[in-house]
């Protein structure tokens, strides 16, 4: 059994908030400091499956990716899907702590995630914010695959190698793929600076129509691996580190990685 906030020291070194973005929401949403924490489940969400499975193994904590309050609240409605979580992780005193933007950015975290599962060498900064003159980090990776690759033959690889059961395309004709950017989760707001960096694909989700066709006046390659398919790898690993980070500091935890959690999306 440890506490609470020896957990929020282990995710503040795993991805230190100061990486996150201003806009940002993550730490710990739900709970105390001083609570005596036994079991924890990560996953990508506190989804309303997610929640039922804390209470059923008994967790006493979730640490998520996204956070499950992002916006201010001005109403607690126990009616509505926010105010119904709140009420079942206060009334089973489930702490929740997220790590959003921030392991996004973080070594390790989730972009480094990505690049290792398709194949991303030599990785490099890619999409950069800043506060105050200083450079922050990166919330993408640009690197380079060992072999070029025909764009067909690489898009397949993003989707063999990410929980998706497709991918979507978008060809700017035969240009082979060597470098490569992306960002995890909705990146389409950095094509622009993808193509303008070299890129011969970009790899990232919630793609929409005009981003596609800015890409492909542009010469390169895209691929929309989804939203969930880009982000959710990152659990499994933030499970390790996590264990690893306690055991390093001689404290040990049940921890849990949520293995059922699907996309929104399916193809018909």
């Known amino acids: 059994m440890v506490k609470c906030q020896e957990i929020m020291d282990a995710m503040e070194r795993i991805a230190p908030r100061r990486l996150a973005e201003e806009w940002d929401n993550p730490g710990l949403l739900v709970g105390s400091p001083l609570q005596e924490i036994q079991?924890?489940?990560?996953?990508?969400d506190v989804s309303d499956a997610v929640l039922e499975k804390a209470v059923r193994i008994g967790a006493d904590m979730i640490v998520s990716h996204h956070p499950l309050i992002f916006q201010p609240i001005r109403k607690l409605r126990t009616d509505l899907p926010l105010g119904r979580r709140l009420q079942k992780l206060l009334a089973h005193d489930i702490a929740v702590l997220a790590a959003h933007t921030n392991?996004?950015?973080a070594k390790g975290g989730v972009n480094d995630v990505l690049a290792e599962r398709i194949g991303l060498e030599r990785l490099e900064p890619f999409a950069v914010n800043g506060r105050d003159g200083e450079a922050a980090g990166s919330l993408g990776r640009i690197g380079r695959l060992a072999v070029s690759l025909p764009i067909g033959e690489f898009a397949r690889r993003v989707r063999d190698a990410l929980p998706v059961s497709h991918v979507r395309l978008i060809s700017a004709g035969d240009r082979p793929v060597s470098k490569v950017a992306l960002c995890s989760g909705s990146g389409a707001e950095f094509v622009g600076k993808a193509a303008s960096l070299g890129a011969d694909a970009y790899v990232t989700g919630d793609v929409r129509y005009h981003d596609a066709q800015?890409?492909?006046?542009?010469?390169?390659?895209?691929?929309d691996a989804g939203h969930f398919g880009t982000e959710f790898p990152v659990v499994a690993v933030l499970k390790e580190r996590l264990e690893q980070e306690l055991a390093e500091q001689g404290r040990t935890?049940?921890?849990?990685?949520?293995?059922?959690s699907t996309d929104f999306f399916t193809v018909l």
């Open 103 to 105: 392991l996004d950015i």
């Open 214 to 223: 800015h890409a492909v006046e542009r010469g390169m390659h895209v691929i």
């Open 39 to 44: 079991k924890i489940l990560v996953c990508l």
């Open 253 to 260: 935890v049940e921890i849990v990685e949520d293995k059922a």
